[in-house]
């Protein structure tokens, strides 16, 4: 049997960036965020019934786009998840690629919407330090007064990155997979 040996090369240190790479907390028995997850079995195998169960169990997610020919008729499985799927974030027409730059600009909006949020809220707390500072109010910047007038600024998601998931399912032969919607 061959041991590995291991040799430190002066200038190669590996820094590991700090935090987690799973920004969405899942419980401790559940996969961790983000996961790239397959359902596969044949019709009527409840896969869809497993993917709804482990959805809910996940508790983290906050929105879920569900992509699938059958994603009008597959209501009464997808009722329990309403809580993170929205009839606008349903897409029925597996063919249509356009579909796949639709859901990257609600994920896009949703990143715009946490920066304004975070930008507001930099705003709002330096305001209020230089308010309570008893510092002259005739010395604070008219915006920064404004967003102090404003309130706190408050975001969907409770100024946390929202936890996304997508859901495609069946569309092995469709435009999504083949010609235009590989990329």
């Given at each position: 049997?061959?041991?590995?040996?291991?040799?430190?090369?002066?200038?190669?240190?590996?820094?590991?960036?700090?935090?987690?790479?799973?920004?969405?907390?899942?419980?401790?028995?559940?996969?961790?965020?983000?996961?790239?997850?397959?359902?596969?079995?044949?019709?009527?195998?409840?896969?869809?019934?497993?993917?709804?169960?482990?959805?809910?169990k996940?508790?983290?997610?906050?929105?879920?786009?569900?992509?699938?020919?059958?994603?009008?008729?597959n209501?009464?499985g997808?009722?329990?998840?309403s809580?993170?799927?929205?009839?606008?974030?349903?897409?029925?027409?597996?063919?249509?690629?356009?579909?796949?730059?639709?859901?990257?600009?609600?994920?896009?909006?949703?990143?715009?919407?946490?920066?304004?949020?975070?930008?507001?809220?930099?705003?709002?707390?330096?305001?209020?330090?230089?308010?309570?500072?008893?510092?002259?109010?005739?010395?604070?910047?008219?915006?920064?007064?404004?967003?102090?007038?404003?309130?706190?600024?408050?975001?969907?998601?409770?100024?946390?990155?929202?936890?996304i998931?997508?859901?495609?399912?069946?569309?092995?032969?469709s435009?999504?997979?083949?010609?235009?919607?590989a990329?």
């Amino acid at each position: 049997m061959t041991t590995l040996k291991t040799v430190k090369v002066a200038g190669l240190d590996i820094k590991v960036p700090p935090g987690s790479a799973f920004a969405c907390e899942t419980p401790p028995m559940m996969p961790k965020m983000h996961f790239l997850c397959a359902c596969i079995g044949k019709r009527g195998s409840g896969k869809l019934v497993a993917s709804v169960n482990l959805l809910e169990k996940l508790e983290v997610v906050d929105r879920l786009f569900y992509v699938s020919p059958s994603a009008k008729s597959n209501s009464a499985g997808l009722a329990r998840l309403s809580k993170m799927l929205s009839p606008e974030d349903m897409y029925s027409d597996v063919n249509d690629v356009s579909i796949l730059t639709d859901i990257v600009k609600k994920i896009e909006a949703e990143r715009d919407d946490l920066e304004e949020y975070r930008k507001k809220l930099k705003l709002y707390n330096e305001a209020l330090k230089r308010i309570n500072s008893h510092e002259s109010l005739y010395g604070i910047p008219m915006e920064m007064m404004i967003a102090y007038g404003e309130g706190r600024p408050k975001h969907r998601w409770g100024g946390r990155p929202p936890c996304i998931v997508l859901y495609f399912d069946d569309i092995l032969g469709s435009q999504l997979m083949i010609g235009k919607g590989a990329r």
